[in-house]
């Protein structure tokens, strides 16, 4: 970039050129470069020496920065490598298990903790590793609540209506992938006798809230049940945690099951 | 420009003159073209230091004629998070050059002992006797 001006010598001109490539530079996150300081001590130098100790000090807050990341991404790695050791430890554990009210329990406890797991692991691989999009989360979560409680010959689809991205931070991702993990579970384990149906998860929002719909085309709640007095801990947790969200939980009974969560 | 002559007791380090004046205010004044890296902040830090006789002193520094400080010496300077024996701090500067170097360390570095720049000798002097 070449300036020029009446009251500028070519030598002059020469120079504050280059001061602008170093800033360039530096706006690259580049600090390897440095103006010269010719040693006249006029004003160009005065600017040089303060581009130079400019990018000295924003090297020094980049690579402060860079490390405080890292260290973070190491965080929800190492979070969620403790996690999935416990979810191991969980599994080998159930092997010696015959009861099936013992390995349901086993079962459900592994994947809430594989719940909040997804979250650590989807924050480390994110850009600013402090907020994941929860489509994506959404879908690797059903599929991995899928593949642990589905039956052999079950046909169970996921319809996700999730029009654009929302990104949410690990203080409303933990409760909300818990409660995604267990409506989707509950569904998984009764809305379908036949082991055939459809769960729908959509997300949306509107004036300052968010709704998280999650609704299956199954049987339904028994007849005579009372969320109040019936409730089991997975519908427990969904309360609880909606409560953590500051949010407000409608369950609707016809036509299947759904969950409406506004927060 | 007022210059500063130091005195044949003066010590010569590479980039500073540093003496205990009969005011009781030390100075310490550049070389032309001073390129001031930690090395040479440190050595000028002890030569001031030894001149320590059980009471703390005001600092006169003369930067007119310096070219450049490294990132390194602007935090040694700064006295943060180190023992020091001076009272406060004035900084002599003339040129832009030196007047840009003053102004970031003490926008940047903000030294903990009472800092101003002067452009006048016997001003920096006034303002230091405070801190005698």
Known sequence: MILSGDNIS???????????????????????????????????????????????????????????????????????????????????????????????????SRNRINSMALVHEMLYASRDLTKIEIGEYIKRLSNNIYLSLSKPDASIHFVYNIEKSYYFEIDKMIPLGLIINEVITNSMKYAFPDNKGSIGIGISDSDGTTTLLISDSGVGFPKGFNLEKDSNLGLQLIKMLTEQLSGKLNINFEGGTSYNIAF | METITPPPYATETGNFFTWMGTDGICRTITKPAAEIDLESAVENSNIVTALYKNKKFPLLVDSRNIRSMTKEARRHFSTNGRDTKITSMAILVKSPLSRVIGNFFMGINKPQVPTRLFDSESEAAQWLKQYL
């Open chain 1, 10 to 108: 070519p030598e002059n001109s020469e120079r504050i050129s280059t001061i602008l490539d170093v800033i360039m530079s530096y706006a690259r996150l580049d600090f390897s470069r440095k103006t010269f300081i010719s040693g006249n001590g006029d004003s160009i130098d005065a600017l040089c020496a303060g581009v130079n100790m400019l990018g000295e000090e924003l090297e020094s807050s980049t690579l402060s920065l860079r490390e405080k990341e890292q260290l973070l991404k190491e965080i929800h790695h190492r979070v969620k490598n403790n996690l999935q050791i416990v979810s191991s430890l969980l599994n080998l554990q159930s092997e010696n298990i015959k009861d099936p009210a013992y390995l349901n329990m086993i079962v459900a």
